[in-house]
């Protein structure tokens, strides 16, 4: 079975600097992995995946991530924040081909922006 | 691009009745829908995966005879929170899949049992 380990629940960044929110994965068959951002009392947004090919994965919002396979990372990362990304992010996994059985989530970062 | 809706939105019951949440894809047929409870401040935790036309399939330690799941037809997912209890209060999120690993989230509902 996967599991998804986000090391930070929170973290606070002043607007306009860089930020990177880490997530390390456990599995033992190759993985698809996810990158989810949720604003209050609001569903899920996909921000971007990996399922194969280049590492390096841009996403909407300016959001980027790295695959690292040797380190079991998908950590994402944005050059310069805004108050708007304030949200809570969660990092996610399925091992199945075609996603057919669910995704296993991490337990989520806050990001707060600070001005 | 590919909508889910979830309805309702939010509902509050009283203790010891059911609650229907629908989850539909709006525009494109799901041969696979998820439901997922997060508490607050928590994680998405799977509940259970629905086939359309087969019954659920209930992750380990859900109640399938509290949380009834439907999956009648290709939009159309339904979870029946059975006898809902203060504690069955929660956010509950539907997704679902419309090819290989293009997964759609709804917006949520927010469960309060008083």
């Known amino acids: 079975a996967q599991s998804v380990t986000q090391l930070d629940s929170q973290v606070p960044v002043f607007e306009e600097a860089p930020v990177e929110l880490r997530c390390n994965y456990s599995s033992s068959v190759s993985v698809y992995l996810f990158w989810y951002v949720q604003y209050p009392n609001q569903g899920l947004q996909l921000l971007l995946k990996y399922l194969s090919g280049s590492t390096l994965v841009k996403g909407i919002n300016g959001f980027e991530a790295e695959f690292n396979k040797s380190q079991t990372s998908f950590h994402l990362r944005k050059p310069s924040v805004h108050i708007s990304d304030t949200a809570e992010y969660f990092c996610?996994?399925?091992?199945?081909?075609?996603?057919?059985?669910?995704?296993?989530f991490g337990k989520g970062t806050h990001l707060i922006i600070q001005p | 691009g590919a909508v889910v809706s979830q309805h309702p939105s939010r509902v509050i019951c009283k203790s010891g009745t059911s609650v229907k949440i629908e989850c539909r894809s709006l525009d494109f047929q799901a041969t696979t829908m998820f439901w997922y409870r997060q508490f607050p401040k928590q994680s998405l935790m799977l509940m259970a995966t629905s086939n359309e036309g087969s019954k659920a399939t209930y992750e380990q330690g859900v109640e399938k005879d509290k949380f009834l799941i439907n999956h009648a037809s290709l939009t159309l997912s339904t979870l029946t929170v059975t006898s809902a209890h203060p504690e069955d209060s929660s956010f509950y999120i539907c997704?679902?899949?419309?090819?290989?690993?293009?997964?759609?989230f709804g917006p949520g509902t927010r469960l309060t049992v008083t």
């Open positions: 996610a996994v399925s091992e199945t081909g075609g996603g057919a059985d669910g995704l296993t």
């Open positions: 997704s679902a899949r419309l090819g290989d690993m293009r997964i759609h």
